[in-house]
Nanobody, 116 residues
Framework: QVQLVESGGGLVQAGESLRLSCVAS????????MGWYRQAPGKQREFVTS???????NYLDSVKGRFTISRDRAKNTVYLQMNSLKPEDTAVYYC??????????WGQGTQVTVSS
């Protein structure tokens, strides 16, 4: 069983930054990809960003240029650096580890609230 533990969420003002962390219980390079999703109140969970084992990244259009995904092999950790935060970024952010076409692992989520 794979465990993912997120941290780093909080309450910030618009324009400020946060860095989320996701620690995996096994090597992050064992997965096809790791990423971040978010779910705002009353909305479906949406993809934010991902990084493949080979290092390719992908971003939701609305966060391009503001958010950056990175990883630390030695710490089994994936990060999400979020800059220039906007109120519409408010959501619970979930770490995801993709093992294959139908196998995904999820963290418990961390709340990010951006006030205007």
């Amino acid at each position: 069983q794979v465990q993912l533990v997120e941290s780093g969420g909080g309450l910030v003002q618009a324009g400020e930054s946060l860095r989320l962390s996701c620690v995996a219980s096994r090597s992050i390079f064992a997965f096809n990809a790791m990423g971040w999703y978010r779910q705002a109140p009353g909305k479906q969970r949406e993809f934010v960003t991902s990084i493949t084992s080979g290092g390719s990244t992908n971003y939701l259009d609305s966060v391009k240029g503001r958010f950056t995904i990175s990883r630390d092999r030695a710490k089994n950790t994936v990060y999400l650096q979020m800059n220039s935060l906007k109120p519409e970024d408010t959501a619970v952010y979930y770490c995801n580890a993709n093992w294959g076409p139908a196998v995904n692992y999820w963290g418990q989520g961390t709340q990010v609230t951006v006030s205007s």
